[in-house]
């Protein structure tokens, strides 16, 4: 016979199963589905006021000390994020945990705007053939605007480079070639003008060195529709990844070099790279493409795959894969990482 104290204990298992959603009726158990999403928009779909805040909350995180008292004092939080980038630069690219490692380091840059900088507009992407398509060239994009983007070309002549830099050796200072021949200049006017940056160029080399470009379009195909296109009819996660993602050091670039090495400057650097503020409209570009593929198909979303190293034994990557991002915030796996609609993420891209 039913005791009568078993029947709240029945109202009880029920009720936590409303809350937490049955195992069987749910094929993927993971991270809570997001009540809100926010959307992200290309940077000149933002308004103005937001563009100046966006702007103000990167120069706000430029001015902030690091969070991690152990690193020299004159590194800036905004730095912090290229030390993370840096210090596990090897793991996470040319692997297939390339684009949930990007995914979660934007949005852990783009909680820091929010949370220390009181940014609350849309987090802004690159949409690349918008400048690519046409004919005028790319250093004439809004990205570069001096008051309403983030500042112009480098200024030709004002930057010497190390001499001991060597920009080759995956390891070392890795730059992505053209390296050598440009003629990286600091970009001296606009939002991020004289700068002192004070990581890199490189892994193995910290000096104070001003934000430097030198915008090109040795790699604009890759940032036409024509290519995008290509990348999106990808039938699986691997040769999704591989077709965005170039090979580092083989020369045989993709969409993800064409715009590092379109902006150039410390921009190509492999580590330290998130040096350029630019980089993380890049890569939120690329996330977005991976969003959308993610969601071109049924069955995409967590849809994962490819090495997970680039040296042997490669691995294969799944979903309980983890990635590290140092010091900057704890692992998270990359089944975490596969749905932005789902905690902490939150987000969606506009079209
Ligand atoms: C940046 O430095 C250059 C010279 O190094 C100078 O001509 C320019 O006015 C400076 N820009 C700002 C905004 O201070
Ligand atoms: C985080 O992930 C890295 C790389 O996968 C691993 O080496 C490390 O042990 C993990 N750290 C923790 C605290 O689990
Ligand atoms: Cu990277």
Redesign the pocket.
């Known amino acids: 016979m039913l005791s009568r104290a078993f029947l709240p204990l029945l109202f009880l298992v029920w009720l936590l199963a409303v809350a937490y959603g049955s195992p069987a009726a749910d094929p993927h158990p993971g991270p809570r589905k997001c009540a809100k999403v926010r959307l992200r928009r290309e940077w000149r779909d933002l308004r103005v006021t937001d563009k100046h805040a966006f702007i103000r909350a990167v120069r706000c995180l430029q001015s902030l000390p690091a969070k991690d008292t152990s690193l020299p004092k004159k590194i800036t939080r905004y730095e912090e994020f290229v030390v993370s980038h840096t210090a596990v630069g090897d793991a996470i690219h040319g692997v297939g945990q390339f684009l949930p490692w990007h995914r979660h380091f934007v949005f852990l840059y783009e909680t820091a705007l929010r949370e220390e900088c009181g940014y609350q507009g849309p987090f802004p992407f690159w949409d690349w053939p918008r400048d690519a398509d046409g004919i005028k060239p790319l250093k004439e994009s809004p990205l570069f605007d001096p008051v309403t983007g983030f500042g112009p070309d480098g200024t030709p002549g004002t930057f010497t480079m190390l001499p001991n830099s060597d920009p080759h050796v995956p390891g070392s200072n890795a730059f992505l070639p053209p390296f050598t021949s440009l003629p990286w200049g600091c970009v001296t006017s606009g939002p991020f003008a004289n700068l002192t940056l004070h990581l890199g160029p490189g892994r193995t080399q910290n000096f104070d060195h001003c934000l430097t470009r030198a915008i090109q379009e040795s790699l604009r195909d890759l940032l036409k529709t024509s290519n995008i296109n290509k990348i999106l009819a990808q039938k699986d996660y691997d040769s999704f990844w591989n077709s965005l993602d170039g090979r580092p050091f083989k020369v045989e670039w993709a969409l993800h070099e064409g715009g590092h090495v379109g902006i150039n400057g410390d921009m190509t650097n492999y580590y330290t790279s998130p040096n350029e503020p630019l980089f993380y409209l890049h890569h939120s570009g690329l996330d977005r493409l991976w969003w959308k593929w993610q969601h071109g198909r049924p069955g995409r979303l967590r849809e994962v795959g490819g090495r997970s190293s680039t040296l042997p034994p490669f691995g294969k990557v799944t979903h309980s894969f ?3 991002f140092e010091d900057l915030s704890p ?1 998270v796996t990359v089944g975490e990482a596969m749905d932005t609609a789902c905690e902490p993420y939150c987000y969606a891209y506009s079209y």
């Open positions: 983890e990635i590290s692992n």
